[in-house]
């Protein structure tokens, strides 16, 4: 039997991928280019996209268990309900889908709110599904790391509530194994939620002062400047995606990302093993 992977290429989905062919699984990567696909030779890879119906077809025959995950693109949310429709025509009854924590809450920000929708869908059709939420993505700070290193500063505008970032790598291998478990489960399993966190729910100065130890210097946190972040990111992304970001750093600002009691105990026991914690990440990007 075939788990079908979508989003094969990103931070996520190539660690889903590598964790699945680790634990034996049959695994097909969905693609846009077939050229950018490094995988292992165990790996199947097929050409497709989500908007185009037939290439759908075509990658989900055959396939027992779907892992869906949709970037943040102006369609992600046509691309997420379009997939599961195609997946419920051709019968698969194990679905893990990659939302996003407080999905519910963080309603006026487009990405989560769209997320929020799909969750809606899989809920009403009476999907067989595996619901993640993941927090912030600590991977995300690849991005800001020549900020923080060349200005000395520490730009994410993440507030004072608390943010529970979470690694890639924990997200994908938490994913494969509850792929791996709907698939090998006898009947489709009922639908489920968890949510993905790290082992801290840090603040913006809680950030910086991680910073300042792991690089042996002062690094600053500037404050919570949204209308600012959201100038500087138009500078490299669309400005649909810009208010997107500056909406979502709105609500870090208002609400945070605070896991839910247990939260961490559930992830820890799942991995067998600790999460993996900011402090360790920041001290391998700046290395």
């Known amino acids: 039997m075939t788990i079908l992977v979508t989003g094969a290429t990103?931070?996520?989905?190539?660690?889903?991928v590598e964790q699945l062919v680790n634990r034996?699984?049959?695994?097909?990567?969905?693609?846009?280019?077939?050229?950018?696909?490094?995988?292992?030779?165990?790996?199947?890879?097929?050409?497709?996209?989500?908007?185009?119906?037939?290439?759908?077809r075509r990658a989900f025959s055959g396939v027992s268990t779907l892992f869906l995950l949709n970037g943040v693109v102006a369609e992600e949310y046509t691309q997420a309900l379009v997939a599961l429709a195609i997946a419920?025509?051709?019968?698969?009854?194990?679905?893990?889908y990659l939302s996003v924590i407080h999905s519910d809450v963080y309603v006026n920000v487009p990405h989560f709110?769209?997320?929020?929708?799909?969750?809606?869908?899989?809920?009403?059709?009476?999907?067989?599904?595996?619901?993640?939420?993941?927090?912030?993505?600590?991977?995300n700070e690849i991005t800001i790391k020549d900020v923080i290193t060349g200005y000395g500063i520490y730009p994410m505008p993440i507030g004072h509530k608390?943010?529970?970032?979470?690694?890639a790598r924990d997200v994908g291998e938490i994913a494969a194994i509850e792929l791996i478990r709907r698939e090998h489960s006898a009947t489709p399993l009922p639908l489920n939620r968890?949510?993905?966190?790290?082992?801290?729910?840090?603040?913006g100065t809680d950030a910086a002062a991680i910073w300042s130890d792991v690089l042996g210097r002062q690094i600053a946190y500037p404050g919570?400047?949204?209308?600012?972040?959201?100038q500087n990111l138009r500078q490299f992304m669309p400005s649909w995606m810009a208010l997107d970001m500056r909406l979502m750093a709105e609500r870090f600002l208002s609400d945070g990302m605070i896991p839910a009691a247990g939260d961490v105990d559930r992830l820890t026991n799942l991995l067998g093993r600790p999460l993996r914690s900011y402090r360790d990440y920041a001290a391998q990007i700046s290395a």
């Open 113 to 139: 709110a769209g997320k929020f929708g799909v969750e809606r869908m899989i809920e009403q059709m009476g999907m067989n599904a595996t619901i993640l939420r993941p927090a912030y993505y600590m991977d």
């Open 162 to 167: 608390g943010i529970a970032m979470i690694d």
């Open 194 to 203: 968890i949510n993905l966190v790290g082992p801290d729910t840090l603040t």
């Open 24 to 56: 034996g699984a049959e695994v097909r990567a969905l693609v846009r280019d077939p050229a950018k696909a490094s995988f292992s030779a165990d790996v199947e890879v097929v050409q497709g996209d989500l908007l185009d119906v037939d290439s759908l």
């Open 88 to 96: 419920r025509e051709v019968g698969i009854e194990r679905i893990v």
């Open 224 to 230: 919570d400047d949204t209308a600012g972040f959201e």
């Open 10 to 16: 990103g931070n996520v989905g190539r660690n889903v």
